[in-house]
């Protein structure tokens, strides 16, 4: 079975604070993604890599970094957090492929920002 | 206006009732998605279709290219079946664009 871990399912850190969110896979996917999902916007793309030290911004990029050090981990950064980044976070891997795109979702965390 | 739209985006049924689920969108799309989340936030795939139906046990999906639309149905609905349904469609050849979700709610 395709496995995608998030380091944790719930945090809370402080105005201010560098919050590292961390996603691991196993399948040797070439593709992975950070989305946040809020109530009402459904998920919406951070940030996409397709490949080790390759990123490329999605939809809501700011307040955001990453980083792809290796191919089963990518980490989600917000260099200074702030309370409208309290959120769900999902990760997402898939294979690199020119035509589906089915993708393998993380069990989430949820951030709140205090 | 959201490329993927997803209606209703609440639904509240009786256990037993036949339900449906719709999605319409906007733009050319190498295959569609049904997506299944249920509280706690895993999501699971539930369907990948670009062309008719797809079966599986009390689900099933449907797709109009044409019409650019698509259904979720499920038949004999059961409280186990209470989740958040999400549309999403391909975008190129990586990227998938999400619908809002539908909160379906089954009562014993």
Known sequence: DVKVTQSSRYLVKRTGEKVFLECVQDMDHENMFWYRQDPGLGLRLIYFSYDVKMKEKGDIPEGYSVSREKKERFSLILESASTNQTSMYLCASSFLQKTYNEQFFGPGTRLTVL | ?108
């Open chain 2, 1 to 108: 206006k959201n490329e993927v739209e997803q209606s209703p985006q609440n639904l509240t049924a009786q256990e037993g009732e036949f339900i449906t689920i719709n999605c319409s969108y906007s733009v050319g799309i190498s295959a569609l998605h049904w997506l299944q989340q249920h509280p706690g936030g895993g999501i699971v795939s539930l369907f990948m279709l670009s062309s008719g139906k797809k079966k599986h046990g009390r689900l099933i999906a449907t797709i109009n290219i044409q019409e650019k639309h698509s259904s979720l149905h499920i038949t004999a609905s059961h409280p186990r079946d209470s989740a958040v349904y999400i549309c999403a469609v391909g975008k190129g050849a990586q990227k998938l664009v999400f619908g809002q979700g539908t909160r379906l709610t089954i009562n014993p």
